[in-house]
């Protein structure tokens, strides 16, 4: 109860454990206690803070990547095609007004637009990595 | 897709009675690309033409239509192929005429059919932006690089006529996200190069 309050204020201000420790002896807290959750926060902050950015909004967040490819054998217009094709599947959270839906998107990709996409997401990770 | 039918070689003969080799090739040209449903507009369009009537242009650009689509159906490619198709009674100069009409075409009708063939919702475009996250309400102080996609996906060519439905979707990837999904996209070029080895 008092706890609950006191750790998402020390994470949304970004406090140190001096300051931590310092807040709670203002709240009362003799200082060997005070000293101790100091302690525990400096400790247990990375975690927490890793917690609350994973709680950041997120907008439409992929959940996952399914994937099938294979070869289209014939069609009611050429009896032997043998064209290769890649379906993709990308569920993910889109947000709606009244709670949330799981929405699917399925594309097709030709083998060109494959090698593309793939070419344009190692880019995007050596970008996500120059900033890590 | 409609089979070559018996009296479908009897109706090309009424092609003699084109004003040109041009015409003919025009004619088979509009044939092929025609779907089932808009072949009575062309009969009517191509009939005064050729100096026929209604019922024998239908007749005709059936016919044609029928056996334009069936040598890119079965992969005709050779002149021989095509040139059998025809019956021993058919015009000769006509059976070639039309022999070398198909094979001029073949190639450029065959990506025809292949490019209006159904299928499932087609990828055309794809974007992505990285943004770092500052702050939220969560977190007064991050410096979190985050990945947004976008992809416009549209439905299928056939089914829209003139009016491609094209809908754009933004998706956002942390970054472990995007390792899973590069991860993915891996095994796919790993298969794909195998099968191509094959």
């Known amino acids: 109860s008092f706890l609950l309050l006191i750790v998402p204020c020390a994470l949304k201000r970004n406090l140190s454990s001096e300051q931590v420790r310092a807040d709670f002896i203002a709240l009362g807290l003799s200082e060997e206690k005070a000293s101790y959750f100091a302690e525990q926060w400096k400790v247990n902050s990375p975690t927490l803070t890793r917690l609350a950015v994973g ?4 907008i439409n967040q992929l959940i996952d990547m ?3 490819f294979g070869v ?11 064209s290769i094709f890649l379906q993709v599947n990308l569920p993910h959270h889109r947000v709606q007004l009244v709670g949330q839906l799981r929405n699917k998107l399925q594309p097709e990709l030709t083998l060109p637009q494959f090698y593309s996409f793939l070419h344009e997401m190692e880019r995007v990770k050596t970008s996500l990595e120059s900033f890590s | 897709m409609a089979a070559l039918r018996d009296g479908d070689f009897a109706a090309l003969q009424i092609l003699l009675k084109a004003p040109s080799k041009d015409a003919v090739r025009q004619l088979c040209q509009e ?3 025609s779907p089932p449903a808009a072949l009575g507009p062309l009969a009517q369009r191509a009939g005064p033409g050729l100096a026929v009537s209604a019922e024998e242009a239908e007749q005709l650009v059936s016919a044609l239509h029928n056996l334009t689509r069936h040598v890119v159906y079965r992969g005709l490619s050779r002149a021989e192929d095509i040139l059998c198709l025809f019956p021993e009674s058919f015009h000769q ?4 005429l039309l022999t070398k009409i198909i094979l001029d075409n073949i190639s450029a009708w065959r990506n025809e059919a292949q490019a209006s063939q159904i299928s499932l919702p087609r990828l055309v475009d794809m974007d992505w932006r990285v943004d770092i996250k500052t702050s939220s309400d969560s977190i007064v102080r991050m410096a979190v690089p985050t990945c947004l996609l976008q992809l416009k996906i549209q439905e299928d060519a056939a089914l ?11 998706m956002e990837l942390s970054k472990e996200t995007l390792d899973t999904m590069l991860e993915g996209l891996g095994r ?3 298969q794909l190069s195998a099968v191509a080895n094959k």
């Open chain 1, 66 to 68: 399914e994937w099938k």
């Open chain 2, 93 to 96: 100069n006509l059976k070639n």
């Open chain 1, 55 to 58: 709680q950041t909004l997120m």
């Open chain 2, 188 to 190: 796919i070029r790993d």
């Open chain 2, 160 to 170: 829209c006529g003139n009016n491609p439905v094209v809908s754009a979707l933004t």
């Open chain 2, 31 to 33: 044939c092929f690309s």
């Open chain 1, 72 to 82: 289209t054998a014939g069609s009611s217009e050429l009896e032997k095609v043998g």
